[in-house]
């Protein structure tokens, strides 16, 4: 997911062209979006205007085994995100959001959504002061549509997960599709804000996973078809009509995938609102890549160690993340992104983090690749140059990415059906979990 600055707006159908344009990296009134994105769509460098120690965010790419499983190769990351403040304009007002892209062209998805859906709620401020929960529902049903009917961004067998979170004053929204996860840490009840007893986690989201009673039953009812969960073939997946049928979707709601859209995979959100507390101290939104190992309650520990610095908190869960990884599955690896926010938030802004240059003009917004990223985004594009042709995998050499990276590692390879188990699209799959 690599961090940016930029507005550069997504693609939208045709009829939708005048409102979401995508002109390129340009001035924004304010200078005030602060936005991450992978490093494959586009590249630059900006300080990061937050105070590091209030907003962390960073991510790692994938990785995956190459060869004869003897080493690793980078995956393109599909991770997107998004820091907008002050959001619609309201220095109490700020919107997050992770978004994981899955399937061949995850990624066009996932930057298409982290850019279009931001606008859309932008363009319905009043609605969404007046009816949180409505509003947005509303536009990422609408932003889903618009995937659809962009023909830049194929979508019948890609797609995407959200969580949005809207914090305004002491209040937090969040919407969730799929299995990217929003959770609050707080300490306990009528504590001194020295305390040094642990924070408790509490889920903002629900993982939106395919044998769920409710979502089974909608995805039946549609004519679809949900696999059982095994250790050996991995997570529920949603078929169309009978099992190996479509692409074996590990969720049960997306934006995009709408070649499983006929059989009740929803880009509808679930929507949880709750207030922000004097006991509460962080909020934590991460893409799968983190949940896959780590649950809610070890997120929080993690990051309450580094407290009060969120970067040095985002990067220790990124890295323990990217250790269970390497423990449980040798070469292969999710991407793996996360924004991390210590509270209180809105009154340790100043004007001076909206991006305003000193003479009041428009800031730019460009992209921040993250380090690890880069590296990989260099070889990449020198490769290509010297053969002449593109490709989103490059083969990694020991260490060469830092030390979240996962160095080759002969002798250690994981199972040669991971790709069942592990890919949140497993077409082609021909057998199925045994009965339990």
Known sequence: MGTCGSKKAAETAEQDAASVSRAGVHANPGGRRVSYCAPETAAGAVVQPFPKEKIGLNSNHGIKPSGAFSGSTAKINQDRGLVSYPFCEDPRQMLLAVYDGHGLHGELVSEFASFTYVELLEAEASALQTDTESCMLRNMVKCDELIRKNRKVPSLDSGSTAIVARLHGNSITTACVGDSRCVKGSRAKGSAKESKAAWKAHDLSVDQKPDDPGEKARIESRGGYVSRASEAYGPARVWK????????????????????????????????????????????????????????QEAVAICQAKHPNATAATKALIKESAARWKSAEGNYRDDISAIVVFLPIFDDLSE???????GGTAGTHTFVQDADEAAVLGRRQSGASAS?????????????????????RPGHSPPADFTKRRLSMASGMTEEAPEA
């Open 388 to 408: 002449g042709s593109s490709t989103n995998e490059i083969e990694l050499q020991s260490g060469e990415i830092g030390e979240i990276a996962l160095e080759q």
């Open 352 to 358: 001076s983090l909206t991006g305003k240059p000193a």
């Open 241 to 296: 009509g009978g099992f190996g049928i479509g692409p074996g979707l590990a969720m049960s709601r997306s934006l995009g995938d709408h070649g499983v859209a006929e059989v009740g995979v929803t880009a509808e959100p679930v929507m949880v609102t709750d207030a922000i507390t004097p006991e509460d101290e962080l909020l934590i939104l991460a893409s799968d890549g983190v949940w896959e190992f780590i649950s809610s």
